[in-house]
């Protein structure tokens, strides 16, 4: 599988962190959607994928003069939901294992939390680098709203009391974070990316810090992991979820990490009793900026390159287990690779 370094695949970003920190709340944000607004208690039970074309992305990060400066190579970002509730852990460790950035989201008034220092603790054992989301700043006292705006324009316009409330909490979580092993720093004074980790102070109620947010994830995937998210032909591919659908049959919702899936390709996943082979019969996405989890309108493609999240449609995936690697074959797969696959299960 031939690398092509002047072609980029889209990176697969997983927001991780405590219980109601705010995750699903800033991807709303983003997508202008309400899905947190639908979940059963307000609390996310299952691993989420939306896909961001770059131009959205762009129309926020050029709210920066950093961001209007930036080059843009990758196509996309895939961001991965994951649920923060303690009972969650195998799901966020498969969203960490999947991802090439995380982005951590913590509660400013809450500093770090259990479920916090569970996240960390996978992107440690990964070596994953991640950004860190410092949520719900409009609940410093007295906060003055300034929608969607660069939160390096925000913070400074608010009242000295509020921006003494702010130094004053991210002082208290950087030492948190000095206590795990980590040095942090707010991103516009970070001058070592590689070695201190980025601090962004966001709403997802007013947007602010959600233009920045996106600008270091374009900067830092861009110009500091370019060997790895370099094209490749290689399919890499995890099943999420084997779901019923109307119409479809049993159903199952992939993260396509590398490569390319085509409609007629010949595919090999784990099962309850040994490995299915099966041939793909549609590859379905929701549209852009759309959850994949969120019931809605699917689009049809030929063939989707990766990093993209899939809904697969095929025969004999009744008993396909979730959590497990799909592989593609030419003949079927070789007894090797079935192998491989039996040993996941
Ligand atoms: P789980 O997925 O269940 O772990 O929660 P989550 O981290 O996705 O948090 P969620 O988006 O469900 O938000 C939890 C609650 O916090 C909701 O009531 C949100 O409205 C609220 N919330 C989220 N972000 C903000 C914020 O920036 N400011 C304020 N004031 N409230 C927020
Ligand atoms: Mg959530
Ligand atoms: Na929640």
Known sequence: DARSPDRLRSPIVCILGHVDTGKTKILDKIRKTNVQDGEAGGITQQIGATFFPLDAVKRETSKLALGRALEHNIPALLIIDTPGHESFTNLRSRGSSLCDIAILVVDIM????????????????????????????????????????PVIEALPAQKRHVQDEFKRRLA?????????????????????????????????????????????????????????????????????????????????????????????????????????????????????????????????HGSIEAAQGIKISADGLDRAVAGTQLLITEDGGSEEELDLLRDEV
């Open 110 to 149: 809450h500093g770090l939390e259990p479920q916090t220092m569970e996240s960390i603790e996978l992107l440690k054992q990964r070596k994953t680098p991640f950004i860190v989301a410092l949520n719900k700043v409009d609940r410093l006292y007295d906060w003055k709203a300034k929608p969607m705006t």
């Open 172 to 300: 208290e979580t950087k030492v948190a974070f000095a206590e795990l092993g980590f040095n942090s720093e707010v991103y516009w004074e970070n001058d070592d990316v590689r070695g201190q980790v980025s601090l962004v102070p966001t709403s997802a109620i007013s947007g602010e810090g959600i233009p920045d947010l996106l600008y270091l994830l374009v900067s830092l995937t861009q110009n500091l992991m370019r060997d790895r998210l370099m094209w490749t032909t290689h399919v890499e591919c995890t099943v999420l979820e084997v779901k019923m659908i109307e119409g479809l049959g049993t159903t199952i919702d992939v993260i396509l990490t590398g490569g390319t899936l085509k409609e007629g390709d010949t595919i090999v996943v784990c099962g309850l009793d040994g490995a299915i082979v099966t041939t793909v019969r549609a590859l379905l996405t929701p549209h852009p900026m759309k959850e994949m989890r969120v019931k809605g309108q699917f689009l049809r």
